[in-house]
């Protein structure tokens, strides 16, 4: 299974900085987890790699594994390019089947097909290299299978994204609506690059003080960590909140979650998630809580699409909605749109014979094999994680990077045994080859020997017929006289 980060590893929050274990956005990994939740049951031995490992260690995937499994977001993206390229050769080195679970397009909210063409070329091998390996490749949504089709690939399967289906074919209850939208506990989450109104988020902030913002970019993360962050990331909205003077961090209660458990159960107590953040509001709606996304491109119109998920396009210069709109928005589109969103699903990976734990009699070993929740690194009006808990994390860190380095190590000598093996049979075969050679040419020389031989007779046999002719024609002289 291609992950982040493997879910059945402790988590700790200066590693997950330092190593970039959520990929730039801790959103990655509610849907990463939720795949590899999906497959773990019993009689299934699911193994968790980075991008990084599959590369480095794809000779042994032919050796160990009987399919991989590739979760993806939107990786049809021009920041995208190096990191698909890099994935589209590593399956090229596969010999067992690969499944993509959840691809996706992105351009403007407008679905744009023309602004995509940058990428066309890096999607097209992408898609070719999967269906070397699959019957067909699982989508986000609409827009990116008549993207792929645009390309040529009709071999494609709307799923939507693994994270609606951690209850599987339910949803849990949602929590009552709130009949007022006056001091609410209001979950919410930003993206740097999306349209946002400073005056909006300001009065939100002031109107709210049981408001609390879930960021989600790992410059955040160092930010919340060390107070802040050493270079500062694309913050190109007036207002955003990028630093920690910000009334959301301030003023409120920041927390980033790198354990979707913690991030789901504090999301129970709130009455609303709404942001730009798909996976933010996904967790909202895995909570029980009212949700609302405010689309600002495809990646998270055809995802709110799909699941039937209360939005609002604010992309285009359009108004960010006021709390009434939002919570006067239809949610039961969502729940009666689950039942078939997850049929779609589950009958994907039926067709490509992935086992799941969705199946007939199947056992679930997920939550069995997790480590215990790891709480969220939070920012309390202003208060920063303690100095204390800081050095924890580094000296924790530190010992388990001696010990993983330990461990990459014993598999580097292990490799090398392997491939010294190989190369001493090489060296056998290339000896026994020679001497093979060397009979060879023994043989060719005695057949050469014989071939003169019999070269000679046939000379010989040639040369009878006219010492007969003559032999006979002196007889018949003979008889003559």
Not at 47 to 74: K, Q
Request: glycine share 6%; with cysteine.
């Amino acid at each position: 299974m291609r992950v982040f980060r493997d879910p059945f590893q402790p988590v700790n929050p200066v590693r997950v900085w330092r190593e970039n274990q959520v990929s730039g956005n801790t959103g990655n990994l509610l849907f990463s987890d939720a795949a590899v939740r999906a497959v773990a049951c019993e009689d299934v031995e699911v193994t968790c790699w980075t991008d990084a490992e599959m590369s480095e260690r794809a000779e042994e995937v032919a050796e160990r594994f009987d399919h991989v499994v590739i979760p993806l977001a939107n990786a049809f993206r021009n920041a995208y390019r190096g990191r698909l390229q890099s994935l589209t050769s590593t399956i090229r080195t596969m010999a067992t089947p690969v499944t993509v679970l959840g691809v996706g397009a992105q351009s403007s909210a407008d679905y744009d097909l023309e602004a995509m063409a940058s990428v066309d070329e890096t999607a097209r091998e992408f898609a070719r290299a999967v269906l070397e390996h699959s019957g067909a490749i699982g989508v986000r949504g609409e827009f990116t299978a008549r993207y792929l089709a645009s390309l040529g690939f009709d071999e494609v399967e709307v799923i939507g994204c693994p994270s609606m289906f951690v209850h599987g074919d339910r949803m849990p209850a949602q929590k009552p609506l709130a009949d007022t939208t006056t001091d609410l506990a209001i979950s919410l989450g930003l993206t740097p690059d999306a349209p946002m109104d400073a005056q909006w988020l300001d009065e939100l902030v002031a109107q709210h003080p049981r408001l609390s913002y879930i960021p989600q970019d790992r410059i955040d993360l160092e930010t919340m960590i060390w107070g802040h962050a050493e270079v500062a990331g694309p913050r190109s909205q007036a207002g955003f909140p990028s630093d920690l003077s910000h009334p959301v961090f301030a003023d409120r209660v920041a927390r980033i979650h790198l354990d979707p458990r913690s991030w789901i159960e504090d999301l129970r107590s709130a009455d609303l998630a709404i942001g730009t953040r798909i996976h933010g509001v996904i967790a909202g709606l895995l909570a029980g809580i009212p949700a609302h996304l405010l689309v600002h491109d495809s990646r998270t119109r055809e995802l709110a699409e799909h699941f039937g998920i209360p939005h609002t396009r604010i992309d285009g210069g359009r108004a960010l909605p006021s709390l009434e709109e939002v919570l006067a928005a239809d949610a039961s589109s969502t729940y009666r749109a689950h039942p078939a969103r997850w049929e779609q699903f589950s009958a994907f990976l039926d067709r490509q014979d992935l086992p799941h734990v969705w199946r007939e009699s199947a056992v679930s070993t997920y939550d069995d094999r997790l480590p215990p929740v790891t709480a969220p690194v939070v920012v309390d009006h202003g208060r920063t994680p303690t100095p204390a808990e800081v050095l924890a994390w580094v000296e924790e860190y530190h010992s388990a990077s001696v010990v993983r380095l330990e461990r990459q190590a014993a598999r580097q000598r292990a490799q090398l045994r392997r491939q010294a093996r190989t190369a001493s049979g090489l060296r056998r075969e290339v000896k026994e080859l020679r001497r093979d050679a060397r009979a060879a040419d023994k043989r060719a020389e005695r057949l050469a020997g014989r071939l003169d031989e019999l070269g000679a007779q046939v000379a010989e046999l040639q040369a009878a017929p006219s010492g007969l002719r003559e032999r006979l024609g002196a007889a018949v002289r003979r008889r003559e006289e």
